[in-house]
């Protein structure tokens, strides 16, 4: 249903298969996620039925405010939802954080009318391809890594959102459609079970169906470290209930090749909410709630989400 369009070289493509993250025994590697929510080109594209365009001084705000908060993350790894495409990506890693060691990015093009597509970047470098949704045309990204010669893979997604109906099944079958690329599509492509970490915007919380499918088909979420009043990555204000509803859509979940394997074990995940994000002048019932800056009219925010972010211990076979 979608292309990857990988912006490797060839040497890096080969580097990919055998390259050894170089890292001595039980050092710490990061992997983290964000909605950068609408990161989109001055451009009409007119193959995208709902396609937006902004000023390119608005595009170059954008593109400073996303490295901002990208380079407070300080990932190794991160994937990233709601980029329009390979060229902007490109602009991001190769000057805004040029300076930073994000040598190895892919996007992952696919058909939502409004051109918000999937992508990585990372210090590492890997091999990609996409994981086919049913009824959803925002492919699975999947990056696989080596340590040694040994694999590991994350797996980014971007799963329906709630607007226009609040789409459970459609949801439902994302998650169906990522433990099958966990348990099934990567074992199957490597002969056995190798680490796993599956990233992303679920539009679910941890108490939905769809994420507690996850965790019956073995899938650790470690979101649920975090306590309940502290794990919400995005607020919502419900105009029925006039309240802010405040959300854990932003997870990483992890198998137990990732959770104490052989290669990567997971130490802990954590919201990333540094203060230059933080809007302090909303209330709501008169209390203020650290909502991130988003877009707002002509205002250029930072994004509606708040990153993720795991750590793992790294270990040389």
């Not at 137990?256 to 209330?283: C, E, Y």
Request: hydrophobic share 40%.
């Amino acid at each position: 249903m979608s292309r990857l369009l990988l912006l490797l070289s060839c040497l890096i493509a080969l580097l990919a298969l055998t390259a050894c993250l170089q890292q001595s025994p039980a050092q710490e590697i990061t992997i983290g996620f964000w909605n950068v929510q609408n990161l989109l080109d001055e451009f009409d594209d007119p193959l995208l039925p709902y396609d937006e365009k902004f000023s390119p001084s608005s595009v170059q705000e954008r593109l400073g405010k996303d490295a901002e908060v990208i380079r407070s993350l300080n990932a190794d790894i991160i994937g990233l939802a709601e980029v329009e495409n390979a060229s902007i990506l490109k602009r991001l890693v190769s000057g805004y954080l040029s300076k930073n060691g994000y040598d190895y990015y892919a996007l992952l093009e696919g058909d939502d009318p409004r051109g918000i597509d999937c992508a990585i970047i990372s210090r590492f470098p890997f091999l990609a391809r996409s994981v086919d949704i049913p009824d959803l045309p925002r492919d699975l990204l999947v990056a696989r890594f080596a340590s040694n010669g040994t694999p590991f893979y994350v797996v980014v997604c971007h799963w329906k959102s709630r607007r226009d109906g609040n789409n459970e099944d459609v949801r439902f079958s994302c998650a169906k459609a990522s433990a099958t690329c966990v348990k099934e599509i990567i074992t199957s492509y490597e002969g056995r079970t190798v680490p796993v970490v599956l990233v992303g915007d679920f539009n679910d919380t941890p108490q939905n169906q769809s994420l507690k499918y996850l965790e019956q088909q073995g899938l650790t979420n470690t979101m649920l470290s975090i306590p309940e009043d502290a794990r919400w990555t995005i607020g919502y204000f419900n105009r029925d209930e006039n309240n802010m509803d405040l959300d854990c859509f932003d997870q990483i979940l992890i198998n137990a090749s990732a959770r104490q394997g052989d290669i990567l074990r997971w130490k802990s995940t954590k919201v990333h909410r540094p203060n230059f994000m933080i809007n302090d002048r909303r209330a709501f019932n008169g209390v203020k709630i650290p909502l991130p800056i988003d877009d707002y009219n002509e205002r250029i925010g930072y994004s509606d989400h708040f990153p993720v972010v795991a750590t793992f211990e790294l270990v040389q076979p």
